[in-house]
């Protein structure tokens, strides 16, 4: 069966340290893959998503990027955290062929000071 | 003008009450319409997805779309406390509402 594995859960970072977040899928290949963040009282906004190691499409201009360097494995990085980037970050994979049910890792929590 | 729009309550019924919610989408072109359950703290789950007009039953959980009026709604028959959630309405996998915050009294 397919597992989603997202870490690290939870993190406290000052404003301008970087970033770093991991996203792996197991049990399916050539997933598509998705970056979300849902701030607080906010819906999901969609990040990032890729179809394939290495092509990464932005929804959202801003401080972070996405990288894609294995087939299951989708890492969102920042180089200098701003307090607005603050929230509940989520992976998430749909496979390239299917209902386009998105499958959720268990987020991770990033608190910026 | 944003994508999807729901009201974000909070809605409160009683327990083996229906629970309505309501979601509109501004693209008429949208084909294929998701509807999440998310706990607090916890990451989102599907519930339903719906890509035909009119009606789809699962369970205690029906999710109706109208294309014409750009509007997709969700019922929960005989509600329970469990039900209790942030409903989250989606087109495809590039638009989500602010979500229903739904509270199931007993």
């Known amino acids: 069966s397919q597992t989603i594995h997202q870490w690290p859960a939870t993190l406290v970072q000052p404003v301008g340290s970087p970033l770093s977040l991991e996203c792996t899928v197991e049990?399916?290949?050539?997933?598509?893959l998705y970056w979300y963040r849902q701030a607080a009282g906010r819906g999901l906004q969609l990040l990032f998503y890729?179809?394939?190691?290495?092509?990464i499409s932005s929804e959202v201009p801003q401080n972070l990027s996405a990288s894609r360097p294995q087939d299951r494995q989708f890492i969102l990085s920042s180089k200098k955290l701003l307090l607005s980037d603050s929230g509940f970050y989520l992976c998430?994979?749909?496979?390239?062929?299917?209902?386009?049910?998105?499958?959720f890792g268990e987020g991770s929590r990033l608190t910026v000071l | 003008q944003k994508e999807v729009e729901q009201n974000s309550g909070p809605l409160s019924v009683p327990e083996g009450a229906i629970a309505s919610l309501n979601c509109t989408y501004s693209?008429?072109?949208?084909?294929?319409f998701f509807w999440y359950r998310q706990y607090s703290g916890k990451s989102p789950e599907l519930i339903m997805f719906i890509y035909s007009n009119g009606d789809k039953e699962d369970g205690r959980f029906t999710a109706q779309l109208n294309k014409a009026s750009q509007y997709v709604s969700l019922l929960i028959r005989d509600s329970q406390p469990s039900d209790s959630a942030t409903y989250l309405c989606?087109?495809?996998?590039?638009?989500f509402g602010t979500g229903t915050s739904l509270t199931v009294i007993p």
């Open positions: 693209d008429r072109g949208s084909q294929s």
């Open positions: 890729s179809v394939g190691i290495g092509q």
């Open positions: 998430a994979w749909t496979g390239a062929l299917g209902t386009g049910e998105l499958f």
């Open positions: 049990g399916t290949s050539n997933p598509n």
């Open positions: 989606a087109v495809l996998q590039f638009y």
